[in-house]
């Protein structure tokens, strides 16, 4: 879910985009320069992730991965998800231009928190990766839930009842999406696991180049 | 709710009502979306070459120079953003249009971000209406006699107003992205002072994305060739989950390609930049204009309260 143009407070919209601007600044440090291009190609992977709509029952979701994104971007992820969320501003509308740094905001410190959870405690052992990922996947989207509803919130009382309701409507999402995501995580355990051996996978020097 | 003017509305007008949009709304929408399979399927395009390319339209917008056109399309758009009187939101959407009409770009794109923005906007028109806390002095409309449901239209124009703006904004993306090269906007992007590292990265995950978008796809078709159906149980769900990190592997691996190849040619952590124009005096005017229209919108707000 990704909050539309017209919505926000100014302040917050001005305050978000100083916000995501001052944590991308700081996550941009600890990259190397020259591996920045190699996330921006991994980001369009995540884009298009992102379309892919799961039938649920007679609708369908599609889905939000910021779990995923941090398990698989450890501390680059907020970057990734700030440079995805203004592509999809500018070329679906999904998130409107002048609300991109606080839904920059909303998305990527849930995965940040997700990264850094699954690369302490992953240790070994495919299962425990498995159960690890798909509990990420799901607290990445209770967390941007719970940013989202905070933001809407900060328009003032007469948006609570749309707060709720987008908690609400969450819910069967994280479900679908800890699921899924602890399907990816397994199967990438099981293929290719020095993808989720190294939790900076931009700033060490790659193991495959 | 004693001040709180109210009107009563028999149960049963309303949820004929309600019935009545939400038909209007599943129409317009299948309308919209036929529109566009229609116009996609007729040109068998290739789909990872980028779609965001400057139409070839002559317009002002098209030879105004890009920076003042950055700031004066997204420096309204925040004025936009501030309104809090629904006129004023329309009367924004108003100049919205007349800017994409005067750009004349293809409508099917401003369609499409419409949609997309409509869905959002539906929300909050069924939901604000009902949900915002009553104050004294607004307008009610009761159903039936228990009052278990009651229609505030303060929400109905705050949902409205909010609509409004998405949609001004919305339609101003066109005018702002489709008019020039997304290379030259961006470069007009970073001699503004943003980092030219941001315009870099917006470029290639813009040129990937189409890649990966195909890689999918082709992905897909070998999922159906194969027998695999559609439906939301729990194997179903492995399946997407192995999919998903076949993409990932997939993109990691081609990152590394992409990279090495990059650097093959020379990459230095910086592109050619394009040529640019010298900045004439109507570029500025016109922004300067474009912004005081914004300002003017904003005091006349201000004043209404």
Redesign the interface.
């Known amino acids: 879910m990704h909050i539309?143009?017209?919505?926000?407070?100014?302040s917050v919209?001005?305050g978000g985009y100083l916000a995501a601007g001052l944590v991308a600044a700081l996550k941009?440090r600890k990259v190397r320069?020259?591996e920045?291009?190699?996330?921006?190609?991994?980001?369009?992977?995540f884009?298009?992730?992102g379309?892919?709509h799961?039938?649920?029952?007679p609708t369908s979701v599609h889905?939000l991965l910021p779990g995923?994104a941090g398990v698989?971007l450890g501390s680059s992820a907020f970057l990734g998800i700030g440079?995805?969320l203004?592509?999809q501003s500018?070329?679906?509308?999904?998130g409107?231009?002048?609300v991109v740094g606080a839904n920059t905001i909303m998305m990527g410190l849930p995965a940040l928190a997700c990264g850094w959870i699954f690369h302490r405690f992953k240790k070994t052992g495919r299962w425990r990766q498995m159960l690890l990922g798909g509990l990420m996947g799901g607290l990445g989207v209770v967390l941007a839930a719970l940013g989202l509803a905070l933001l809407l919130v900060s328009g003032g009382?007469?948006f609570?009842?749309?707060a709720?309701?987008a908690l609400l409507a969450h819910l069967p999402v994280i479900i679908?999406e800890g699921?899924?995501?602890?399907?990816?995580?397994?199967?990438?355990a099981r293929?290719?696991p020095e993808?989720l051996l190294t939790p900076h996978?931009f700033r060490s020097e790659?193991p495959?180049? | 709710m004693p001040d709180a003017v109210s009107s009563s509305l028999p149960l049963w007008q309303i949820l004929l009502l309600i019935v009545f949009l939400l038909l209007a709304l599943a129409a317009a929408s299948q309308a919209l979306r036929c529109l566009f399979r229609g116009q996609s399927s007729e040109e068998d395009r290739d789909w990872s070459v980028p779609p965001l390319e400057a139409s070839k339209g002559r317009s002002f917008f098209h030879s105004w120079d890009v920076r003042c056109k950055i700031i004066a399309l997204v420096g309204f758009s925040f004025l936009v953003v501030s309104l809090d009187h629904l006129s004023l939101a329309f009367g924004a959407l108003t100049v919205s249009m007349v800017a994409l009409i005067a750009a004349r770009i293809p409508f099917s794109r401003a369609l499409m971000r419409l949609t997309a923005v409509a869905a959002f906007v539906a929300l909050l028109l069924v939901i604000m209406p009902v949900t915002v806390p009553v104050h004294p002095g607004d307008r009610l409309v009761v159903l039936t006699e228990k009052q278990w449901l009651v229609f505030n239209l303060r929400g109905l124009d705050l949902a409205l107003t909010i609509g409004a703006k998405a949609m001004a904004v919305a339609l101003l993306m066109e005018p702002l992205l489709g008019t020039a090269p997304l290379p030259i906007t961006l470069h007009g992007l970073s001699r503004l002072g943003v980092p030219k590292l941001f315009g870099q990265m917006v470029l290639l995950s813009h040129r990937y994305l189409y890649v990966f978008q195909e890689e999918a796809g082709r992905m897909a078709t070998g999922m159906r060739v194969r027998g695999f159906q559609r439906s939301s149980g729990l194997s179903n769900l492995r399946v997407f989950g192995s999919f998903l990190g076949m993409l990932f592997i997939r993109s990691f691996e081609r990152t590394e390609r992409v990279f090495s190849a990059m650097q093959a040619r020379g990459y230095h952590g910086a592109f050619p930049e394009p040529e640019t124009k010298t900045l004439s005096c109507i570029d500025v005017l016109l922004a300067v204009l474009w912004l005081l229209a914004g300002t003017c919108l904003v005091l006349a707000d201000r004043l209404m309260q």
């Open positions: 539309a143009d017209g919505v926000l407070p100014l919209t001005l941009v320069q020259e920045l291009p190699k996330l921006a190609v991994v980001t369009s992977a884009f298009v992730a379309l892919i799961i039938p649920l029952g889905l995923l698989l440079l995805g203004v592509l500018l070329l679906l509308q999904f409107g231009l002048t009382e007469d609570w009842g749309v709720q309701i679908i699921l899924i995501t602890a399907m990816t995580v397994g199967f990438l293929v290719k993808l996978h790659s495959h180049a």
